[in-house]
């Protein structure tokens, strides 16, 4: 039987997600000077991505998975992040993109996902994509399968950690030889910054607002 609580939490975040977004102001709070450094604009060479950003129950409390990119040479690795990837030819929407990717990536049944809402659709400078962030939820803790080519470590965040405000940072990041400042949230001793953090400031928004 699901969490009565939990239920409440995702019925109360699905009515949220239908009202006007924050969008913009949310993402601005924790944007990284590279943003705006590198001066790219969307064109037509720019692609189109989903994350998933997946709630589901956990010993009396609610969570939701990051993923940690391992090592490879390309502008996100080793970066804290939601699953997700770019849209393919086979995906009928964005939505589509967000849980198809979830499922390769960490194996989650995504035929037991229960779509909630969207938040803003964000751009991503370094690599010309549009992401789509789709919120969902599981009614069960689900088991993860990373594959390792994506995947380096799945991270289980409860839901009050992101609550906490003194989780968030300010620091200095190198990114490809340049210092960037750069706004964190520092979870289980990752930092995590860039989209994902504009997208987690929105989420809080969204979860914060009267």
Known sequence: MIDTSFHS???DLRQRLQKPLPGEVAHQKMASTARYR??????ERTR???VLICFYPYQ???????????????????QMAFPGGRMERIDENLTRTALRE???EVGIRISDVKVLGLLTE?????SNFYVQPVVGMLPYRPDFYPDPREVEAVVEVELTT?????????????VRGTLVDAPFYQIQGYRVWGATAMMISELLMVLNAD
């Not at 590198?38 to 064109?43: C, D, F, R, S, T």
């Not at 609610?62 to 090592?71: D, E, F, G, K, N």
């Open 9 to 11: 939490f995702t019925e």
């Open 102 to 104: 979830a499922q390769e």
């Open 48 to 50: 189109r991505s989903a």
């Open 60 to 78: 009396h409390s609610i969570y939701l998975p990051l993923i940690l990119r391992p090592q490879y040479d390309g502008v996100h690795a080793g």
């Open 162 to 174: 992101l609550l906490d405000e003194t989780i968030v940072g300010d620091s200095q990041i190198e």
């Open 38 to 43: 590198l001066g790219i604009k969307p064109n």
């Open 122 to 126: 964000l751009f991503i400078p370094p």
